[in-house]
């Protein structure tokens, strides 16, 4: 496994709750990143920053209407919006009855500004944000991850940290989260 020691857990997890979904049936966008390219979807279109900027609205088809997803993923994403309230509550807007929502974030990382750097979440702060932004409580599943040697290891010069097997320890301190993630589905019912 290669990659950022960060970002192991969450992945692993991630795609542990993804592929339980059908995902061939799926058609999935991703809001400025590509994770989501290494899942097999109905269909998939990225939507890169800032030609596409979340907090501003819900994405619009060539006809103006709001387009429809069943999955939207934001990979390290919601740290950098000044927005991150709205552009969830535009998610929400995107995704089809039923539909899905994805996200992950930092928690305990070095300031990165793409361009900003504005917010942190525990796996509590995300459920609530995606509780205020009209998702059900019971349809949001959060989790994170995190330990004492992993946060040092931020602290490193070189960042982010490259995971080690060898060296790094994957075991979870709920006291020292390095990131969250969370996965809520859209009520079934249209009101």
Known sequence: ???????????????????SLDLAGM??????????????????????????DICKGPFLDSKGRVRQFDLILANQVWEHLDRPYMATVNVLDM???????????????PFHGDPVDCSRWSARGLKNLLIEAGFAPDAI?????????????NLEADWPPKYDPDRDDLSNDPDFPICSWALARKNEIVD
């Open 1 to 19: 496994m290669s990659g950022s020691l960060n970002r192991v857990v969450m992945q692993q997890t991630s795609r542990g709750w993804l592929k």
């Open 27 to 52: 058609d999935a966008a991703e809001i400025s990143g590509k994770w989501g390219q290494m899942f097999a979807f109905r269909s998939y279109l990225r939507f890169r920053y800032p030609k596409h």
């Open 95 to 109: 995704l089809r009855p039923g539909g899905y929502f994805w996200l992950a974030v930092p928690f305990h990382i």
């Open 141 to 153: 599943k959060a989790a994170q991850w995190g330990n004492r040697a992993a946060a040092a290891r």
